[in-house]
């Protein structure tokens, strides 16, 4: 199962709306020799145990599934995978979690068990329920996961109003993009667009195809319709949520770059519980939110933050600049911090030695 979770965890942020669900036929015997794996494709069909069974082929009957993730058994694009795996002849099924989607809900399980299979549910499940948090919350509460990442200086600052800082080296920047790449969406505030300008795109070989859908949250549209998010729109999808009051003109010509601008009905700043309910509807289950600082303390504030990563630099803001610094963590994210509640990661790199092995982010 650990096996299936770790294949299953390569397709985060491709398959949404659907979850990324890992599926090894593995043969009876103490052998536990590998049959076929799978895992769900991108745009989320076919899903991960069509995969697995193709792979294996007439050598799946008798044998067993592990999959991550109670095996549908609704009719979409292609049939349920529960009449699939019947229809395989496979002999017993080792499911990680129930899905908790309502046209599943047991009900995946239940056909399988109707047809004689074996099944066997809860194996490595708290882990499964981290890997599908995504899904499991865009199901059971109309949101999606949300990680909240801040690079910050060694002694926890993460920069200072109007001036561009290089706090992160190359390992921690490969740390970031791999981050990003499993995430459905990346989001900032508008504040991070106009201090640094960032592509926020997954650069890393080999996956390109990885790079999330680019969210901004600029209540007024102050976007430039200059920036790198607005000038790329049209390689890689830019959503930008504005109030109910954002300039017509100014939103006029960010779409004309291939933005596409949500507004919310909110007056004063946008309603954070509203735009990830939005993002939800559209299919997004995992945002990788990237600051500014005083966005990802907003989240936290609203009790929009499941896991906190902070990637730190190997120098103190005094090397960086002499100016006043803005605090990484705001007082909830802080609160949070301590608590325990969120789980921190911290990265430490050597200083990179020009600019050129820095992230342009
Ligand atoms: C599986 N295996 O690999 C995945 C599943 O829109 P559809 O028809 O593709 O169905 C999407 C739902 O199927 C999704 O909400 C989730 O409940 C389940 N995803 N199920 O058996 C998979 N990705
Ligand atoms: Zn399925």
Redesign the pocket.
């Known amino acids: 199962m650990a096996d299936a979770l770790a294949l299953g965890r390569r397709h985060l942020g491709l398959?949404w709306p659907?979850?990324?669900?890992g599926a090894l036929v593995v043969a009876p015997g103490p052998e536990g020799l590998i049959l076929g794996r799978g895992m769900?494709q991108s745009g989320?069909?076919p899903?991960?145990?069509p995969v697995a069974l193709a792979a294996a082929g007439a050598a799946a009957r008798g044998a067993t599934l592990y999959v991550t993730?109670e095996?549908?058994s609704?009719w979409?694009?292609t049939p349920p995978?529960a009449d699939a795996i019947i229809a395989a002849g496979i002999a017993r099924v080792v499911s990680a979690l129930e899905?908790p989607?309502p046209?599943?809900a047991g009900t995946?399980h239940a056909r399988l068990r109707a047809a004689g299979i074996d099944v066997t549910t809860g194996l490595l499940a708290a882990e499964a329920e981290r890997t599908h948090r995504g899904?499991i919350l865009r199901v059971r509460e109309g949101r999606p996961a949300v990680t909240v990442k801040l690079a910050m200086t060694a002694d926890g600052f993460a920069g200072v109003a109007g001036e561009r800082l290089r706090i992160t080296g190359p390992v921690a920047n490969g740390h970031v993009h791999l981050m990003r790449a499993h995430a459905d969406a990346i989001m900032v505030g508008v504040g991070t667009i106009l201090a640094d300008d960032p592509a926020l795109t997954v650069r890393l070989p080999g996956m390109e195809a990885y790079s999330p859908v680019r969210v901004v949250i600029d209540t007024m549209l102050r976007t430039p319709p200059g920036a790198v998010v607005a000038e790329t729109a049209g390689l890689y999808p830019t959503w930008i949520i504005a109030g109910r009051d954002a300039p017509v003109a100014a939103e006029r010509a960010l779409v004309a770059r291939g933005v596409e601008v949500m507004r919310l009905g909110s007056t004063g700043t946008v309603d954070l519980h509203a735009a990830m309910r939005l993002l939800a509807t559209r299919g997004v289950t995992r945002v990788f939110c990237e600051g500014g600082p005083r966005l990802a303390d907003a989240l936290a504030a609203a009790g929009l933050v499941d896991e906190l990563v902070t990637v730190s630099g190997p120098r103190p803001l005094r090397a960086l600049s002499a100016r006043p610094g803005i605090p990484a963590l705001g007082p909830h994210l802080a609160g949070l911090a301590r608590g325990g509640i969120v789980k921190t990661v911290a990265t430490w790199d050597a200083p990179a030695r020009d600019a050129s092995d820095c992230d342009d982010d």
């Open positions: 398959t659907n979850p990324s669900v769900t989320g069909r899903h991960g145990e993730l095996p549908c609704h979409g694009r995978c899905d989607d046209r599943v995946g899904h």
